[in-house]
T-cell receptor, first 114, second 118 residues
Framework: AQSVTQLDSQVPVFEEAPVELRCNYSSSVSVYLFWYVQYPNQGLQLLLK??????LVKGINGFEAEFNKSQTSFHLRKPTVHISDTAEYFCALHKRGNTGKLIFGQGTTLQVKP | EAGVAQSPRYKIIEKRQSVAFWCNPISGHATLYWYQQILGQGPKLLIQ????????DSQLPKDRFSAERLKGVDSTLKIQPAKLEDSAVYLC????????????????FGEGSRLTVL
C-alpha cells in the first residue's frame, strides 16, 4: 500500500524568508508525485508534479520541489515567500499505470507573517 | 476551459436529515472522484467513477452515503441520514482517466461543498 507523510502540520515563516515543506512517501512501485495548494474556502490547485526525468521540478508561483528516490522524499521549497502564500499545502501520490486515486498527506499550514 | 462545478457551496442541516451534492466535471474527463476533507486532515477518497461505472468505493460508508453518475457526466453524492461526524468539505475532482497516454494522475478539483451537521 502507498502512503504520504507530511512531517510538519504548521510552518510559520516571516515574509521574504525561504521555506521548505517536507513530504515523505512510501510505495513499493513507481509513483507520480504532486503538490497541491488550498487557499481558504477554495478547492485544491496544482502547484507542481513529478512524472519522470529531472528530479528538480518547478511549479507555479515560484515553488519548486526535488524528488529524492533514495530518501523517498519530495520536499517543496520557495526561496522567498509572500503573505499571499499563506495556505494549506498537500503532498500526494498516484501509482503509475493505475486508474486509481490520489493519496494525500495530512497537509501543512504555511503561515507567512509580516 | 470550464473547471469542475459543484453545488451547493455551503449547507447546514440537522443530524438525521438528508443532503445531496452535485458535481459537473471538466468536459471529456472520464474519471470522477468524490473526496471527503475533514477539518485539519487531507482529502480522503469516498468513491471513484470511470465513466458511469464505480472503480473504487471501498471507503464509502454505504449505510448512509450513496453516489451515482448517470450518463457518465455529472454526479450526485447523497448522505442519508447525516451524522455529526459527516461535517466536512466534499470535494469533487475529475481527470482524463486511465488507459490514456495523457493520463498523469493529475486531478482537477472543484471548490467544494462545505457541510455542517448540527
Amino acid at each position: 500500500a502507498q502512503s504520504v507523510t507530511q512531517l510538519d502540520s504548521q510552518v510559520p515563516v516571516f515574509e521574504e524568508a525561504p521555506v521548505e515543506l517536507r513530504c515523505n512517501y512510501s510505495s513499493s512501485v513507481s509513483v507520480y508525485l504532486f503538490w497541491y495548494v488550498q487557499y481558504p474556502n477554495q478547492g485544491l490547485q496544482l502547484l507542481l508534479k513529478y512524472l519522470s526525468g529531472s528530479t528538480l521540478v518547478k511549479g507555479i508561483n515560484g515553488f519548486e520541489a526535488e524528488f529524492n528516490k533514495s530518501q523517498t522524499s519530495f520536499h517543496l521549497r520557495k526561496p522567498t515567500v509572500h503573505i499571499s502564500d499563506t495556505a494549506e499545502y498537500f503532498c500526494a501520490l498516484h501509482k503509475r499505470g493505475n486508474t486509481g486515486k490520489l493519496i494525500f498527506g495530512q497537509g501543512t499550514t504555511l503561515q507567512v507573517k509580516p | 476551459e470550464a473547471g469542475v462545478a459543484q453545488s451547493p457551496r455551503y449547507k447546514i442541516i440537522e443530524k438525521r436529515q438528508s443532503v445531496a451534492f452535485w458535481c459537473n466535471p471538466i468536459s471529456g474527463h472520464a474519471t470522477l472522484y468524490w473526496y471527503q476533507q475533514i477539518l485539519g486532515q487531507g482529502p480522503k477518497l469516498l468513491i471513484q467513477f470511470q465513466n458511469n461505472g464505480v472503480v473504487d468505493d471501498s471507503q464509502l460508508p454505504k449505510d448512509r452515503f450513496s453516489a451515482e453518475r448517470l450518463k457518465g457526466v455529472d454526479s450526485t453524492l447523497k448522505i442519508q441520514p447525516a451524522k455529526l461526524e459527516d461535517s466536512a468539505v466534499y470535494l469533487c475532482a475529475s481527470s482524463l482517466g486511465g488507459g490514456q497516454l495523457a493520463n498523469t494522475g493529475e486531478l482537477f478539483f472543484g471548490e467544494g461543498s462545505r457541510l455542517t451537521v448540527l
